[in-house]
């Protein structure tokens, strides 16, 4: 069974980076890693997708190991707004199913 | 732009009740998904439309759970004879995908989902 696997808490001071690790060992060639967050009583919000490559945007960066086992997702300036529940997922290439990770909750602190 | 809506955002069932959830994808988008997320829990896939077309269902936990998209916009996802073990919060999203490739990927965005409470 596919496993994607985060730490279940994290905290990071406002205005820091935010280093946020998956673990996706058994990721297969054509499964693209997708990142989400999710505010209580919200829908999960999309932040980046990447397959091999480092991919940055407007919110984030997505940082993936060569063997491709695991990823990062960095917030390069925390902010209180951050706090939520994120998650790494994965989606084969011309596929239609999300898997979701087990989700960190991440804290930013004054 | 308007994004997916869902609606009621919540439900409250007595246990045997039937429930109808209905959600709104954004406009133009040609696919559309149903979610089950448990308190605590991720996201669960149960099932995705492509225009009116199902295509997969293999996630829909009993044959209790029907899903439709019969214009191939809104979608209504309903549960017979509501059981306390389908008290969840049903998220519905879309995307564009015009046609099924085995290459690539189209971002699914997501409504604020459905909080359905089965007593």
């Known amino acids: 069974d596919a496993k994607t696997t985060q730490p279940p808490s994290m905290d990071c001071a406002e205005g820091r980076a935010a280093n946020l690790p998956c673990n996706h060992s058994t990721i297969s060639g054509n499964e693209y890693v997708y990142w989400y967050r999710q505010i209580h009583s919200q829908g999960p919000q999309y932040i980046i997708h990447?397959?091999?490559n480092n991919e940055t945007n407007e919110m984030a960066s997505l940082i993936i190991t060569e063997d491709r086992k695991s990823s990062t997702l960095i917030l390069p300036h925390a902010t209180l707004r951050d706090t939520a529940v994120y998650y790494c997922?994965?989606?084969?290439?011309?596929?239609?199913?999300?898997?979701f990770g087990t989700g960190t909750q991440l804290k930013v602190e004054l | 732009g308007a994004g997916v809506s869902q609606s009621p955002r919540y439900k409250v069932a007595k246990r045997g009740q039937d429930v109808a959830l209905r959600c709104d994808p954004i406009?133009?988008?040609?696919?559309l998904f149903w979610y089950q997320q448990a308190l605590g829990q991720g996201p669960e896939f149960l099932t995705y439309?492509?225009?009116?077309?199902?295509?997969?269902k293999s996630g829909l936990p009993s044959d209790r759970f029907f899903a439709e998209r019969p214009e191939g916009s809104v979608s209504t996802l309903k549960i017979q004879r509501t059981q306390q073990e389908d008290s969840a919060v049903y998220l519905c999203a879309s995307s564009l995908r015009r046609h099924l490739r085995t290459e690539g990927t189209d971002t699914q965005y997501f409504g604020p989902g459905t909080r359905l409470t089965v007593l």
């Open positions: 439309f492509q225009n009116e077309a199902q295509l997969d």
């Open positions: 997922s994965r989606i084969t290439g011309g596929g239609n199913k999300l898997t």
């Open positions: 990447g397959l091999k």
């Open positions: 406009s133009g988008h040609v696919s």
